[in-house]
């Protein structure tokens, strides 16, 4: 089946800096991705959609210039958490998918990414 | 908005058991209907799908039939196994815009040996 990896699948950043997700497709072209936040004990929370090369569509009440989304390839998105606050803590976790291929989408799911802030 | 209900874990089985994972949802119109499973250090996974109502899907003796009367998608599997163990979320396609999942969210299943 089609493959998504995350990196890195966890890291630790001291308050006011910024921390980079990546997101890649290994073994089909991703037309789309999308990013989720997900809390303890709770739902996945959808953050935004990116299309290759066209800008990410956030949803509501998501801050598009602290979570900046970059998808510049086919194989490719990445999420960069901007001046992180310790209320960033989360799990994020990116989705894939190819408008091209399936006639009802099918994501498939990276395995995460825990990101802590001090 | 859309939004999906699904009961709250964690569920403990013993091995062989019955599960069962209610799962409703409120939504426009007929959505298209999953059941999603996230085990250990691992991404989600798509369990099976439906797209209409009275389908039903199914997959690794897991089974959900859609139902629109009772806006209602269970999952259900005859005999657990230890390897079921995992966290089940449930979700629907929104119908805002191409490709949006609504989740539930998500119920822990533990089953013991």
């Known amino acids: 089946g089609a493959v998504v990896s995350q990196h890195p699948s966890w890291v630790i950043c001291k308050s006011g800096t910024s921390v980079k997700i990546e997101c890649r497709s290994l073994d089909f072209q991703a037309t789309t991705m999308f990013w989720y936040r997900q809390f303890p004990k709770q739902s996945l929370m959808l953050m935004a959609t990116?299309?290759?090369?066209?800008?990410?569509?956030?949803e509501q009440g998501v801050e598009k210039d602290k979570f900046l989304i970059n998808h510049a390839s086919l194989t490719l998105s990445t999420l960069t958490v901007t001046s992180a606050h310790p209320e960033d803590s989360s799990f994020y976790i990116c989705?894939?998918?190819?408008?091209?291929?399936?006639?009802?989408?099918?994501?498939?799911f990276g395995p995460g990414t825990r990101l802590t802030v001090l | 908005g859309d939004s999906v209900t699904q009961m709250e874990g964690p569920v403990t089985l013993s091995e062989e058991a019955f599960l069962t994972i209610n799962c409703t949802y409120t939504?426009?119109?007929?959505?298209?209907l999953f059941w999603y499973v996230q085990y250990p250090g691992e991404g989600l996974q798509l369990l099976l799908k439906?797209?209409?109502?009275?389908d039903k899907g199914s997959n690794k003796g897991f089974e959900a039939t859609y139902r629109k009367e009772t806006t209602s998608f269970h999952l259900e599997k005859g005999s657990v196994q230890v390897s079921d163990s995992a966290v089940y979320f449930c979700a629907l396609l929104r119908g805002d815009s191409w490709g949006k999942l609504q989740f539930g969210a998500g119920t822990q299943v533990v089953v013991t040996p």
């Open positions: 989705s894939a998918s190819d408008r091209g291929l399936v006639p009802i989408n099918e994501q498939f």
């Open positions: 990116s299309n290759e090369g066209s800008k990410a569509t956030y």
């Open positions: 939504a426009t119109g007929y959505p298209s």
């Open positions: 439906a797209t209409k109502a009275d």
